[in-house]
Every structure is written in C-alpha cells, then in structure tokens.
C-alpha cells in the first residue's frame, strides 16, 4: 500500500481541509506527520462546522483511524479539548493513534513564544504563540519530553520534566512555571491518553505492508512555503511541510509515498510579514479578503491578498514532484474583469530559474504577468468542469499548462 499525501503549495490556507475531507471519507487511515495545534482548518459537514486544530480531520468519519506521527509536536491539553469536540464524535477513542515519540508542548513553550516574540521587538515573525517553535526547539536540542516519556514511569516523567523547566527558568527569568502544579497536571493527561498511544512505525509498516489494500492518507499541516527548509526563511513555521516531511514524521520510507496532491488555491493569501510578490494592496486585494473570508481559523486575523503566483507553485512542484493539483476557492474570482497569473520573476532585469532563497532579492523582484480574461456568472454551484463558464476553463487550463501538472 501507498500513502497519499495532500500538501499546501502556496503559504497555507489553500483549503486543504476541504480535500481531505472528500478523500477521507473513502481513506482507512488519515495521519498528521508535523506542525502542531497552531494549524488550523475548517470543515463543513452538512450544518455542522468543524474546527480542527490538532485532530486529523479523518476523525469524522467513524470507519476511518486516525493518526498523530511522532513528527507532531502535541499540546495535550489540546488533545484532551480537542476530545470533547465536536459533540456526537464518540467513536475518536477507538480511532485515535498517538505516537510514543512524538514531542510534548507544554505552557511554559507557550510562554516562551510570547517571551522571544516580545525581545525581537520588530523583527517578529507573527507566531500564534502555541509553543510549537519552542518545542521543536528542545526537541533539536534534545532535552525535550516525548509521549513515550509521559506515559512511561511516573519517577523518570518528573526528572526529565524538571529538568527542561528548571533550564528555561534560567534561561528566561520572566518564566514563570508552577512545576508542581503541571506535574499534577500531566498526570491527569497521561490516563487519558495511555490508551491512544503506539508505536506508530511499526503500526504503518504492517498497514504498508499488509497484503489487504489500505487507503492511507497523510493530511499535510501549514504549506511548502512555510517549510523550514524551503519556505521563506525565517517567516516560517518550525517543521518540514514538503513531502520528506511525511517520511520523517511518521516513520515510512520514501518509496512508500504514492500520490502527492497540491492544493492551490486560485489565487495567493499570506499571514504575517516578509516579502509577496503578487500582492495586491488594492482594491483587488481587498475584494478576496472580503469574498474569500480570508482570514485564520486560529487567530482571526486578515490574510494578505494578491494574485496567483505561479513561480511559488512551480517551485513547490520541484520539491513535492505533485502527482495532480487541486485548485480551490476559484469562485472568490467570479466577477473580476481580468485576471492575473504572476509566470516569471525578474531581477535586475534577469530572468530567475527558479524561485529565490535571498528574501532581499525575492523583496526586489518584478513579476510577469499572463492577463486572463474573468467570467461574470457565479460559479459556486459549478459542480463539473463541464459547468464551469469557459473563461473559468481557460484560467484552470492556464495553470494546468504552465506547471505541466
Ligand atoms: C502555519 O504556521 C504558522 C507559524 O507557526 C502559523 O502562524 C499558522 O497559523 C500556520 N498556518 C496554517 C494554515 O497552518
Ligand atoms: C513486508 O512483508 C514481506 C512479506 O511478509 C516481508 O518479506 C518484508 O520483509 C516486509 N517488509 C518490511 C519493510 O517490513
Ligand atoms: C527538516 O528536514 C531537515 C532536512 O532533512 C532536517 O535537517 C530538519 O531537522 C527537519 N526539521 C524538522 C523540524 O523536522
Ligand atoms: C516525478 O514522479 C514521476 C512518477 O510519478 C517520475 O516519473 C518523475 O521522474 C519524477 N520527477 C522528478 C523530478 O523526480
């Protein structure tokens, strides 16, 4: 069996969610491989609305597990919120995997986003101060504690739990932490979650490798341009959003890895400061800000707006080899006259290959535009390609012909 693997292409919010959730209803197992409960997404089952913050959205569908890979950071008292909700899902506890090494996010990672977000002053990257920085952070310098450690001996738990809190105490003296209090705390959680957690390498080795067919599906958190390694270094987030991410977050070889669907959305948002070349801080703009809804799930606020830029999706092409594209919220564009597509960048009047590590070159880049004629009638009860108006169909076939996807 392979895995199938959704992924952002863009700087998140392309409405992955919506895609997950169609193909979660026919998946045996949808997994969460990185990120933490910062990555929030909407789903929309008939009149209820589903915000998930940590939970595969997989969890939903009463024949389908559920899996959290040890490349998860995981706040347990999230977990134990995210339990509750939404009310009716009674079945999560039969369906919900942890794995035993995948890191913890404690309150004190929390308060250290909000510490080191007030000392870089201007220079701040508008974390959502979940502590999923901070967590990666003691895991990579490894003293960080794993769900293995959470539900393993009591007496080893508080040793290693002291020991990291007592270090940031040092390390930050704002730092407040009632250790004892959390150790209390986590004994609680540690009950509650003993009966999720499993090795998960070994339970997706026998699922790969069983003879009985399994739909796999691995649901991706944030987008390629958040990447650490790729994205747009330093506003981004603190995992690996590409698809070696899906190997190194749950434990599977790469020749494992079937599918990879790119979800792009028709045109370009962006939370937070850095460079975006396709911006529209306009009228247009704020028309997808207004139609699109554009704005987080998690944090309530406005998403910048420009036009598709397909340089960006291009690139994430190269580091995802995307096996097809799903383009979404092509309706926010009902009604525009003309419609942009960014193709090329270009500095000092070169031509680049391939879109740029350097933030200061890509702040300088001037974007080449294809123009597309819009369409005026509503297209969001278009439910075939067929339906759609054909100045829609050209701007899919556009996209489709520029990436060769
Ligand atoms: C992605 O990560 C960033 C930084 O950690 C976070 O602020 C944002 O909410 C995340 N966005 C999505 C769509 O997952
Ligand atoms: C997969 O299963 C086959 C047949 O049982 C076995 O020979 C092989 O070693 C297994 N591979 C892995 C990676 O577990
Ligand atoms: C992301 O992947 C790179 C390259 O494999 C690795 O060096 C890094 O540790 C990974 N980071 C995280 C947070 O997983
Ligand atoms: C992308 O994957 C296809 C198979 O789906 C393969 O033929 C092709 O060589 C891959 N391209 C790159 C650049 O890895």
């Known amino acids: 069996n392979k895995v199938t693997v959704v992924l952002g292409t863009q700087w998140g919010d392309e409405g992955k969610g919506k895609v997950v959730d169609l193909l ?12 933490g409960n910062n990555a929030g997404h909407t789903v929309v089952v008939k009149d209820q609305i589903y915000d998930f913050h940590l939970l ?15 490349g998860v950071v995981s706040q347990h008292s999230g977990v134990v919120q995210e339990f ?27 308060q250290i986003d909000g510490l080191l977000e007030a000392m870089k002053g201007h220079g701040k990257l508008g974390t959502t101060k979940k502590g999923i920085g901070p967590t990666y952070s003691s895991k990579a310098g490894r003293m960080g504690l794993r769900v293995s450690d959470l539900v393993g001996s009591e007496a080893g738990f508080e040793t290693k739990f002291r020991a990291l809190a007592e270090l940031y105490q040092q390390q ?6 009632d250790i004892e209090a959390q150790l209390e705390l986590y004994k609680g959680y540690k009950a509650q979650l003993q ?12 699922e790969i490798n069983s003879t009985e067919k399994k739909r796999i599906l691995v649901e991706g958190a944030n987008a390629t341009m958040l990447d650490i390694d790729f994205g747009t270094y330093p506003y981004v987030t603190s995992s690996n959003c590409t698809v070696g991410g899906v190997c190194t977050g749950l434990g599977i070889p790469p020749n494992s890895v079937g599918d990879v669907v790119g979800i792009v959305k028709a ?9 975006f070349p396709t911006e529209q801080q306009n009228s247009i703009g704020q028309t997808m800000q ?12 406005l998403r910048r707006c420009g036009w598709l830029d397909l340089m960006i999706v291009k690139y ?3 580091l995802n080899n995307l096996t097809s594209i799903a383009v979404t919220k092509l309706d926010i564009l009902d009604g525009f006259d003309e419609i942009k597509i960014g193709v090329a960048y270009k500095h000092n009047g070169k031509t680049l290959p391939l879109f740029p590590a350097s933030l200061e070159i890509l702040s300088e880049v001037e974007v080449d535009y294809v123009t597309m004629p819009g369409w005026s009638v509503p297209t969001s009860e278009c439910r075939r390609y067929e339906d759609l108006p054909v100045n829609a169909r050209n701007y899919i076939n556009k996209i489709q012909e520029i990436l060769q996807v």
């Open 316 to 318: 994430s092409h190269v």
């Open 24 to 35: 979660a209803t026919e998946a045996d197992i949808v997994c969460r491989v990185q990120g």
């Open 195 to 206: 009966p999720l957690v499993k090795d998960v390498v070994h339970y997706m080795n026998e």
């Open 290 to 301: 207004k139609v699109g809804h554009e704005f987080g799930v998690t944090t309530g606020r």
């Open 56 to 70: 595969p959205s997989g969890i939903i569908n009463k024949d389908c597990k559920a899996v959290i890979g040890n």
């Open 267 to 275: 045109y370009t948002t962006r939370v937070g400061s850095g460079p």
């Open 172 to 177: 930050f003296p704002d730092l407040q932490i």
């Open 84 to 110: 509750g909700f939404p009310p009716g899902l009674t079945w999560w506890k039969e369906n919900l995997i942890v794995s035993d090494r995948a890191h913890i996010v404690f309150s004190f990672h929390q």
